[in-house]
């Protein structure tokens, strides 16, 4: 059993960067891996970024590819989305979620067994 909990969202300027981090509990945190979803306002969920449970392998939505990071830290049970050159369409309620096994589907949110309950990121032009 996985519990995730979101912080670090906020308001933030076109441009601007924010880090989200999401605290799991449970001792088998870092076997799991682990992934950001978002989803804004009449839009269904979507990927953003994975991360292994070593952390040595990372994939990313095009999107958000070469704005946003993944990672991870095992010790303190807890990931990071790091977001730069944050853009108004980067708006939406961002969730951290939990799937057994980095290989497979890594963007469809069917493949994930736990999340969290959601982090609001709003972006201003």
């Known amino acids: 059993q996985v519990q995730l909990v979101e912080s670090g969202g906020g308001l933030v300027q076109a441009g601007g960067s924010l880090r989200l981090s999401c605290a799991a509990s449970?001792?088998?945190?870092?076997?799991?891996?682990m992934g950001w979803f978002r989803q804004a306002p009449g839009k269904e969920r979507e990927f953003v970024a994975v991360?292994?449970?070593?952390?040595?392998?990372?994939d990313y939505a095009d999107s958000v590819k070469g704005r946003f990071t993944i990672s991870r830290d095992n010790t303190k049970n807890t990931v990071y989305l790091q977001m730069n050159g944050l853009k108004p369409e980067d708006t939406a309620v961002y969730y951290c979620?939990?799937?057994?096994?980095?290989?497979?589907?890594?963007?469809?949110?069917?493949?994930?067994?736990?999340w969290g309950q959601g982090t609001q990121v709003t972006v201003s032009s």
């Open positions: 991360i292994s449970w070593t952390g040595g392998s990372r």
């Open positions: 979620a939990a799937k057994k096994y980095y290989a497979g589907q890594r963007s469809d949110r069917d493949e994930y067994s736990y």
């Open positions: 449970g001792r088998t945190f870092s076997t799991y891996a």
